[in-house]
């Protein structure tokens, strides 16, 4: 079956706001409809955090199977990483931030999408954001 992107930006949103005891079941039934997932928690000073946001997206992506080591699978990722990460700017600018990275791979679609709670002592706002690329299919 092929999937398009609504399908693979729903698996990479389930991923993103799932909580750490379902992730593995969630990446297994991913990958039994054709679906490669992978889930990375993030956290810290937004502004300072962003290139290891990037940086673990990737790294991430490649250790899981659903990108290749070459630059177009790689730059796909993290720009749609930085896309993701310029849609929450204006809210997370200057805050802390905890939260998940859902990335989600079927065929040429990719998408990418954080799930975060942005903090100021006890007073937390929530936040969505996703991004999709279209690459070329794994050899």
């Not at 698996?11 to 409809?33: G, M, P, Q, T």
């Not at 290139?51 to 630059?71: D, F, L, M, Q, Y």
């Not at 975060?116 to 007073?123: E, Q, V």
Request: proline share 1%; aromatic share 4%.
């Amino acid at each position: 079956m092929a999937y398009d992107s609504s399908d693979v930006a729903k698996a990479a949103i389930n991923l993103a706001i799932s909580s750490r005891a379902s992730e593995e079941a969630i990446i297994k039934e991913l990958k039994s409809r054709k679906i490669l997932g992978v889930a990375v928690d993030i956290g810290g000073d937004f502004n300072s955090s962003i290139p290891k946001i990037i940086e673990r997206a990737v790294v991430a992506a490649k250790r899981s199977g659903i990108i290749t080591e070459c630059h177009v699978h790689e730059g796909a990722v993290a720009g749609a990483t930085r896309e993701v990460l310029g849609q929450i700017s204006m809210k997370a600018n200057g805050y802390s931030i905890g939260g998940k990275i859902g990335i989600a791979r079927s065929g040429e679609h990719l998408s990418i999408c954080i799930f975060m709670s942005i903090g100021l002592l006890y007073l937390n706002d929530v936040v969505i954001a996703l991004a999709h690329r279209a690459i070329p299919e794994l050899k």
